[in-house]
């Protein structure tokens, strides 16, 4: 069955960078499009970034756009969320998620999800 398995994640200053990692089985990767998503404490899960199959089409959810860098390696079938300048608001448990549905910029949902990393930005 999918399995994904975030990393990566953890305590850093205003500022900051951390890179995160997805690690993808039970399925062929290099066929998805795959996408990072995540969730604050007390709100919805919020779409992030997107990257499509051949890791050459990204999108970026407004507040995270020239800060985060969304990758791939099919080969070694990992998904890449490098955050640089992580502001206090970035605080939330990051996911990597496959068939996601994206409206709008608007997280409808997705078809599966790994069990996410903590990212929290504090000075």
């Known amino acids: 069955q999918v399995q994904l398995v975030e990393s990566g994640g953890g305590l850093v200053q205003p500022g900051g960078s951390l890179r995160l990692s997805c690690e993808a089985s039970?399925?062929?990767?290099?066929?998805?499009?795959m996408t990072w998503v995540r969730q604050a404490p007390g709100k919805e899960l919020e779409w992030v970034s997107t990257?499509?199959?051949?890791?050459?089409?990204?999108t970026y959810t407004d507040s995270v756009k020239g800060r985060f860098t969304i990758s791939r390696d099919n080969a070694k079938k990992t998904l890449f969320l490098q955050m640089n300048s992580l502001k206090v608001e970035d605080t939330a448990v990051y996911y990597c998620?496959?068939?996601?549905?994206?409206?709008?910029?608007?997280?409808?949902?997705?078809?599966?999800r790994g069990q996410g990393t903590q990212v929290t930005v504090s000075s």
């Open positions: 039970g399925f062929t990767f290099s066929w998805f499009t």
């Open positions: 998620a496959k068939g996601c549905t994206v409206v709008g910029g608007t997280l409808r949902m997705c078809t599966d």
């Open positions: 990257i499509n199959n051949g890791g050459i089409t990204k």
